[in-house]
């Protein structure tokens, strides 16, 4: 009697990755049902933050006081069953604060003394850094190693960071008295800048209401780290054809004015373009936009969906732009809008039935 046969190993792979995305898919909504008991609208805002978190980013969130901006990161930290620290920023704090220090420990038995790293709040899964502009660069940068490297170097020693880590910080726009801008370097860093808006009327009108009654309802933890970094994978995993992965960098590239193709508005506004870093971050959230909507590929509308965020705290506009009242994200969408697409989009439904190996985050 013959056995049936086996199914392949590429089937076998085929049906696990999907299985994955479903997982992906309802985790989505689970952390989407947790947030809505306490944050009222701001869909989008959330939508953002998600694909942050499942490709692995770090976020910038920027908006006017009262918009509920470190309510929202510590209700995100809540759904999630991570370690939480916030860092609140201020002029006097200095590095050690943040990364932590070393102190002379003695061993009472021997007599003996040494130093011991004690670690400072950075080591938790998710930081909320709140209102981040209010410290100076030297503070400020304490979180670049941290940011990119996923480690803390103190006495010579390299501390690991527990993963995942996210970085989750605040900043007002409109208040300049007291703050530092924060250093290119670090703006790069960020994978999103999430730009919070005024709630609609009927949504601060639910918000009032909500908030002057019964006390705010708690929300339940929906994931905990092994199933993000799980999660994450599968992130890195969806793949990204060739004409949509060009799409991403030549986006990238036109926004520089030394470009040779780079659009006549870019020259005439623009001082400094995105670097490389916003093609790889292009990809990277077109990636997560595609898996939280369940999809299997990443798509050019995906890449357009997140060029906002990916690119609007990267331009660093002129005189000119300023002397016209024209902004980074004013640029960027015109941006969007210019450049041609390609021809070579797959027709609407083409499903790839495999994904691709991941590929290492952004250097």
């Known amino acids: 009697m013959t056995k049936p046969p086996s199914a392949s190993s590429a089937e076998l792979a085929a049906s696990d990755d999907v ?14 049902q947790q947030l809505q008991r306490v944050i ?29 901006k470190t309510l929202m990161v510590r209700t995100l930290a809540g759904t999630l069953s991570l370690k939480f620290s916030r860092i609140q920023f201020t002029p006097d704090l200095m590095p050690s604060d943040i990364t932590g220090t070393e102190v002379i420990f003695e061993d009472r038995a021997t007599g003996e003394r040494s130093f011991r790293f004690l670690p400072g709040p950075v080591f ?16 400020q940068a304490a979180l670049l190693e941290a940011m990119q490297e996923g480690q803390v170097t103190a006495g010579g020693a390299k501390h690991a960071l527990p993963h ?40 601060e009108l639910d918000i009032v209401l909500q908030t002057t009654s019964q006390p705010t309802a708690e929300v339940e933890s929906a994931l905990t780290a092994e199933e993000i970094v799980q999660l994450s994978a599968v992130v890195r995993k969806i ?88 902004t980074a994200e004013t640029l960027v969408r015109r941006l969007v809008a210019e450049i041609p697409l390609p021809s070579e989009e797959p027709p609407v439904g083409t499903v790839p039935r495999v994904f691709r190996s991941a590929h290492a985050g952004p250097t």
């Open 124 to 139: 938790a899964n998710i930081i909320l850094a709140d209102e981040i502009n209010r410290t100076p660069p030297k503070t």
């Open 239 to 326: 793949p990204v054809a060739e004409h949509v992965a060009r799409y991403a960098v030549d986006l990238a590239r036109r926004s520089r004015p030394q470009a040779e193709d780079a659009p006549d508005f870019i020259r005439q506004y623009v001082q400094w373009g995105a670097g490389p870093r916003a093609s790889q971050y292009l990809v990277l959230g077109a990636k997560a936009k595609a898996a939280l909507a369940g999809r299997m590929f990443a798509s050019i509308a995906d890449v357009q969906s997140v060029a906002v965020p990916v690119m609007r705290h990267r331009l660093r506009t002129n005189f000119n732009a300023d002397a016209e009242g024209l």
């Open 19 to 32: 299985q994955a995305l479903e997982r992906l898919h309802a985790a989505a909504a689970r952390v989407r």
């Open 40 to 68: 009222i609208g701001q869909a989008a805002v959330i939508e953002e933050l998600l694909a942050a978190l499942f490709a692995g980013g770090h976020c910038l969130l920027v908006g006017v006081p009262g918009l509920a």
């Open 164 to 203: 995942p880590f996210f970085v989750l910080a605040t900043q007002n726009p409109i208040e300049q008295e007291g703050t530092y801008p924060l250093p290119e370097a670090q703006l790069d860093r960020f994978m999103f800048q999430v730009w919070i808006d005024y709630p609609s009327a009927d949504e």
